[in-house]
């Protein structure tokens, strides 16, 4: 029986530490790396092969020379394009990186016809909602990886201001992975305690600032984006598929009629097993939060309305 093979597009930082990551939790069975330029990707595969001998599994790591060496992957990762510098803006990502993504999707359909797609690539909720348009795949096999990323920001926050108590910390993020994202306190807790009996109201509120400029302040002092946290998000997801686990993870996801809205992808709790999303769990939103999804939801469909003006999808 072949084994779970898992295709990452792109060896750069975000790509090579999602390989580095698996290869140590030992989840699969092959990961294959490609890159436009293949030394990268054939250098980085050899130096995570030999980490990999002290992981639990012998993974085999491999990294692709032309885009057909990523044959038949149960899944694949795009975290190819260009990263965000300090001073480009997610519109000025998505006019350079959208290019890359074409290419790449004709690629997977070509020799992955049966993957899942994860999109790490950003401006990632437009992405991903253009490789769901590329592809014309069903919308439980393209997800955006931004909330699994997200939650863990805003985690690593709260635990900051508890001071890092030992105790299992739940953060949930909802919307487009960007400036309007909407770190969610109401289902958001410490050892099973609501965030509210824990912290004060300015508390919670300064959480939210920071976990919403937590990428920016990363490429702040780095003059690019982040990779570790990224990469092992994309890990963790890829843990819940293959495992069938069912666990809810916060994903950029195509709408179709949830929340109010369709033909957007905007991060949202799903169940995510096998089949990649399992299931679309709609919340019940008061006022204030619809309104904050509204302006979320907006900022990815204007992303959408400009790749649509330059006739991407034509």
Not at 74 to 81: N, S
């Amino acid at each position: 029986m072949r084994g779970k093979k898992i295709g990452i597009i792109g060896a750069g930082s975000v790509g090579a530490t999602a390989a580095y990551s698996l290869a140590m939790m030992g989840i699969c069975d092959e990961i294959v790396l490609y890159d436009i330029v293949p030394g990268i990707a054939i250098g980085k595969a050899l130096d995570i092969g030999q980490a990999a001998v002290y992981s639990p599994k012998n993974t085999v790591i491999t990294g692709a020379v032309e885009p057909s060496d990523m044959k038949e992957c149960d899944i694949v990762v795009i975290t190819a394009g260009v990263p965000r510098k300090g001073d480009m803006t997610r519109a000025d990502l998505l006019l350079i990186n959208v290019k890359i993504i074409k290419e790449t999707v004709e690629n997977i359909k070509t020799y992955s016809p049966n993957a899942i797609i994860i999109c790490v690539s950003n401006p990632l909720d437009v992405l991903t909602y253009s490789v769901y348009r590329l592809t014309g795949w069903d919308r439980k096999r393209i997800i955006g990886m931004a909330g699994a990323l997200d939650s863990a920001r805003m985690a690593y926050q709260i635990n900051a201001k508890t001071g890092n108590i030992i105790a299992v910390t739940k953060a949930v993020v909802l919307g487009e992975h960007g400036q309007s994202m909407i770190p969610y306190p109401k289902l958001s807790s410490v050892g099973g305690v609501p965030l509210d009996q824990i912290l004060s109201d300015d508390e919670i509120a300064d959480i939210a600032v920071r976990t919403r400029d937590g990428g920016a302040e990363i490429v702040k002092y780095l003059g690019t984006s982040a990779y570790y946290a990224p990469g092992r998000a994309v890990s963790v997801m890829i843990e819940a598929i293959l495992s069938d686990s069912r666990i809810v993870i916060p994903s950029t996801v195509i709408l179709e009629g949830e929340y109010g809205y369709r033909d957007v992808a905007v991060g949202v709790p799903v169940v995510l097993g096998e089949h990649g999303i399992e299931e679309i769990i709609q919340l019940d939103f008061d006022a204030t939060m619809q309104e904050k999804f509204k302006v979320s939801v907006n900022a990815v469909k204007e992303g959408i309305a400009l790749l649509e003006e330059h006739r991407f999808f034509d």
